[in-house]
Nanobody, 120 residues
């Protein structure tokens, strides 16, 4: 069992920045960030592999968001810059036994989510 605890969400103006954190009680292969806006399906944002720190980002956030991990702290981050109103969603971190997968059904442990609201 891996427990994941997100933090760092909040309200920010368009063009601003936030950094989300996800503290993990253990490790699988990869960690991912997803988001879900009201009335929409859960959407892949970014993923990283624990050992190599290789990352992959969705096209919608590439160049604005960066996933990273702190090996010593067992923590994964999502640095979000140049935020847009359409980035408003609940953001979830998740752990997978697969390598850099973007499929939500291949993540076995999920955090409780943290709300990010971007005002225009």
């Amino acid at each position: 069992q891996v427990q994941l605890v997100e933090s760092g969400g909040g309200l920010v103006q368009a063009g601003g920045s936030l950094r989300l954190s996800c503290a993990a009680s253990g490790r699988l292969i990869s960690m991912g960030w997803f988001r879900q806006a009201p009335g929409k399906e859960r959407e892949f944002v970014a993923t990283t592999e624990w050992t190599t720190a290789i990352t992959y980002h969705a096209d919608s956030v590439k160049g604005r968001f960066t996933i990273s991990r702190d090996d010593a702290k067992n923590t994964v981050y999502l640095q979000m810059n140049s935020l847009k109103p359409e980035d408003t969603a609940v953001y979830y971190c998740a752990a997978s036994r697969r390598y850099l997968t973007i499929r939500p059904d291949e993540y076995v442990y999920w955090g409780q989510g943290t709300q990010v609201t971007v005002s225009s």
